[in-house]
């Protein structure tokens, strides 16, 4: 592979193999007893969001931009219980063709000048869809304003890597191909979702496979603990909704 093909790599999903190292499909694994429950099915309760964008119907947590009822930039529902180190996550999301969002983790709330509003996080983001890439992207580490070093596109969907405190990123196998991948990820349906975070090594599972395996071996920039959070992106009018949410600390 040239080192061309290598750079654009960080842009794409990430799904051709390196040559070496290529993983075999796994699933995902059993949920482990005794799961927090983050979401009472009622109210947001334990939650704290721009009262204009987020509400709870029909059971589901509903997130929802409007031409008239507009994102003051990316702006976030974030968790109250505290910072989370080690953990597993496990919850279901449902978005539409037009959405751009993501799951915070590990993440710091962010006030003061720096934030354009009162519910700005900064860190790890599960990607739940990015229109602007490529269809049905969904799964992939983003840092979020900056907090894990400004990284950008940390690990692709499809990719296990590591990234070292002097070369970067280095991809070392692939998950699953484009191909399965397009069909994994559903629109305007429920999508279930596993984060496992352990030390530095990071896991995405998006509808019992994985899809991503993440070692942040760079001791600058890995976060290590900090708060959970959901995003409604600033732009284009969208909707995103979850439910299920459970955590389990390790």
Known sequence: MSRFAALAGVWLL?????GRGDVSPQEAPPA????????????????????RLWSVRDGVIHGETTPDNVA???????????DV??????????????????????SKRISGEQAKNKWVVRGYQHEIRNEHTLPNVSGFI???????????????????AVW?????KKVTGTLIDQAEFTKLMKIDDWNDVVIRAEGNRIR???????TLDF??????KALREGVLALQIHGGRPMWVEYRDIRLKRQ
């Open 142 to 160: 983003y840092d979020e304003g900056g907090g894990a070093g400004g990284r950008g596109r940390i690990c692709q969907a499809g990719e296990q």
């Open 32 to 51: 482990p007893e005794g799961m927090e429950v983050l979401f009472n099915g009622t109210d947001l309760t334990g939650w704290d969001g721009d009262p």
């Open 85 to 106: 180190g080690d953990f597993e996550l496990r919850l279901s999301f449902r978005c539409n063709a037009t959405n751009n969002s993501g799951i915070q983790y590990r």
């Open 204 to 210: 995405h599972y998006l509808n019992g496979r994985l």
């Open 14 to 18: 990430g799904f051709a193999a390196v």
């Open 164 to 168: 070292e405190p002097e070369t970067g």
């Open 72 to 82: 003051q930039g990316n702006t976030f529902l974030i968790w109250q219980g505290g």
């Open 215 to 220: 070692t942040d071996a760079d001791p600058a």
